[in-house]
């Protein structure tokens, strides 16, 4: 006799359904190597939906209409791991050079739009908040907007309560602790609200159109740490998004173990003191 109240349990059938859907759904390739990762995952929302098998809870994610445990899936999913500065040599080329070639391209008082994507809890687009403040002396002279987005809405609630844990800012040099952070209790910091404000945060899909083409006349992405989970064809799909989205002569900078070069033709390479980034071609 079976037990009907035995534990489910993720085939290797079921982890390659799971990951063509979850591939075509967001772009992110799960090979076996993280089996372990994603069948504990995939156990613990069959578990919360009450499902009696992955069949039955598979079924349910494919046919529904809202969407609710597909973001729920994504949330649980995509790893979040950042703390303030981190790579902050990219920070260093921004505001030594990066931010200067752009301005000489904009009128005094023009536009200078950056995109940190993906946002995670918010770490990154606020560190280049602070970097731009503290760091470039002409940011009064711009109007600087700071876009941020994220596939996970979990992470986007996080960035926007700006709540933080001792070693998410223990990167930061105490000035800056002290200027721009209140303490929140139980070791974590407060961000100012004045930095959240001046963030715009948005849930995107890198390798979907239908969220990227509203981004345009960006002149600075930071995409760090995104592409590695993705396969040739979606790197490739995002490398042209973001392409699209910048401003001619506009710079990408990705992660420390990512190169463009790799990914895409568009882009030239552009090596500074401080980082190699990538840039679209200024056309004319």
């Given at each position: 006799m079976t037990?009907?109240l035995?534990?489910p349990?993720?085939s290797?059938?079921?982890?390659?359904k799971f990951?063509?859907?979850?591939y075509?759904?967001t772009?992110?390739?799960f090979?076996?190597?993280k089996?372990?990762?994603v069948d504990k995952?995939?156990?613990e929302?069959?578990?919360?939906?009450?499902?009696e098998?992955?069949?039955?809870?598979?079924?349910a994610?494919?046919?529904?209409?809202?969407?609710g445990?597909?973001q729920?899936?994504?949330n649980?999913?995509?790893?979040?791991e950042t703390y303030?500065?981190r790579?902050?040599?990219?920070f260093?080329?921004?505001?030594?050079?990066?931010l200067?070639?752009?301005?000489?391209?904009?009128?005094?008082?023009?536009?200078?739009?950056?995109?940190s994507?993906p946002?995670?809890?918010?770490?990154?687009?606020y560190?280049?908040a602070?970097y731009l403040?503290?760091?470039w002396?002409r940011i009064?002279?711009?109007?600087?907007?700071i876009?941020?987005?994220?596939?996970?809405?979990?992470?986007?609630?996080a960035?926007?309560?700006?709540?933080?844990?001792?070693?998410s800012?223990?990167?930061l040099?105490?000035?800056?602790?002290?200027?721009?952070?209140?303490?929140?209790?139980?070791g974590?910091w407060?961000?100012?609200?004045?930095?959240?404000?001046?963030?715009e945060?948005?849930?995107?899909?890198l390798t979907?159109?239908a969220?990227?083409?509203r981004?345009?006349?960006?002149?600075?992405?930071f995409?760090?740490n995104?592409?590695?989970y993705?396969?040739?064809?979606s790197r490739?799909?995002?490398?042209e998004?973001?392409?699209?989205?910048?401003?001619?002569?506009?710079?990408v900078c990705?992660?420390?173990?990512?190169?463009m070069s790799?990914?895409c033709?568009?882009?030239?390479p552009?090596?500074?003191?401080d980082?190699?980034?990538y840039?679209?071609p200024?056309e004319g």
């Amino acid at each position: 006799m079976t037990n009907s109240l035995a534990a489910p349990v993720i085939s290797d059938a079921d982890f390659q359904k799971f990951a063509e859907f979850f591939y075509r759904k967001t772009g992110i390739h799960f090979d076996d190597g993280k089996r372990y990762f994603v069948d504990k995952r995939l156990l613990e929302r069959i578990a919360a939906t009450g499902a009696e098998s992955f069949r039955a809870w598979f079924t349910a994610l494919r046919f529904e209409t809202q969407g609710g445990e597909l973001q729920r899936l994504v949330n649980a999913m995509t790893v979040n791991e950042t703390y303030f500065f981190r790579e902050a040599y990219q920070f260093d080329c921004m505001v030594r050079h990066l931010l200067d070639e752009i301005a000489a391209r904009k009128r005094p008082g023009g536009r200078i739009r950056i995109w940190s994507v993906p946002s995670s809890t918010g770490e990154e687009p606020y560190s280049i908040a602070i970097y731009l403040l503290e760091r470039w002396a002409r940011i009064d002279d711009y109007e600087v907007e700071i876009l941020s987005s994220d596939i996970d809405t979990d992470v986007l609630a996080a960035a926007q309560r700006g709540v933080y844990s001792a070693r998410s800012v223990a990167q930061l040099p105490p000035a800056y602790l002290e200027r721009y952070f209140t303490p929140a209790g139980d070791g974590e910091w407060r961000i100012a609200r004045e930095l959240v404000d001046a963030v715009e945060f948005s849930q995107v899909n890198l390798t979907h159109a239908a969220d990227t083409r509203r981004f345009r006349d960006i002149d600075l992405i930071f995409c760090r740490n995104l592409l590695i989970y993705f396969d040739d064809l979606s790197r490739r799909v995002a490398a042209e998004a973001m392409y699209d989205a910048l401003n001619p002569g506009g710079f990408v900078c990705l992660g420390h173990s990512e190169s463009m070069s790799r990914i895409c033709s568009l882009y030239t390479p552009r090596r500074f003191p401080d980082a190699m980034v990538y840039q679209r071609p200024l056309e004319g």
